[in-house]
């Protein structure tokens, strides 16, 4: 199934990309897909990171599913 | 409230004003001149940010004794004494809005998607 993926800030900086459309397995969970884009993407291990589903914060063992918006992002810094 | 315009205080305390308000308490987040610093680049994640601001508000006013609140963060780049964010909070009395003020910044830095990056010169 595919999967939407955005990278902020200095994960877009690393990856050098802002948008990408990713396939993965059926009722991958997120923590496997974070292992995915950790093999994908080596230099990410570098950052602290934090990846939300559908703009919501979702806890490791959420399943995805077709079509889902992921967001991968370093530690907030707003305000 | 996500925007790249900057904002006006006073029109958003004339906004707030209701009859059973006694106390408004506002918090003006600036771009400080940190050594060096020419000025700020804020990102934000649009979606997922007006969402947790629509969370963070309902949370506060679940806590706190509250009437009312604003927040506007600015996205873009800003320089050194421009406004990045603004939050006003509405109440009967000042103790809760002071409360529900502090809460929500500190929240906001925490949760919100936003992200600063330093210019340098």
Same mark, same amino acid.
């Given at each position: 199934m595919k999967v939407e993926v955005r990278f902020f800030a200095r994960c877009r900086e690393v990856v050098g990309e802002k948008v990408k459309e990713l396939e993965v397995e059926e009722g991958m969970k997120l923590q496997d897909f974070i292992d995915l884009l950790l093999t994908r993407? &080596? @230099?990410?291990?570098?950052v602290r990171l934090i990846v939300s589903r559908n703009h919501n914060y979702a806890p490791l063992d959420e399943e995805l599913k077709e079509d889902d918006e992921l967001a991968v992002f370093p530690p907030v810094s707003g305000g | 409230m996500i925007t790249n315009e900057d904002f006006s205080i006073d029109e958003l305390v004339r906004g707030m004003k209701? &009859? @059973?308000?006694?106390a408004i308490v506002t918090f003006l987040g600036v771009v400080r001149a940190d050594a060096g610093l020419k000025g700020l680049n804020v990102e934000i994640y649009e979606e997922m940010a007006e969402q947790e601001l629509r969370r963070l508000e309902r949370a506060a006013r679940e806590q706190f004794e509250i009437e009312a609140v604003e927040i506007v963060h600015r996205a873009g780049s800003l320089k050194v004494g421009e406004n990045i964010v603004v939050i006003l909070v509405g109440a009967k009395h000042r103790k809760e809005a002071f409360q529900a003020c502090e809460y929500l910044i500190d929240e906001l830095k925490k949760r919100v998607p936003i992200w600063k990056k330093e210019l340098e010169e």
């Open positions: 993407y &080596p @230099e990410l291990r570098k | 209701k &009859p @059973e308000i006694g």
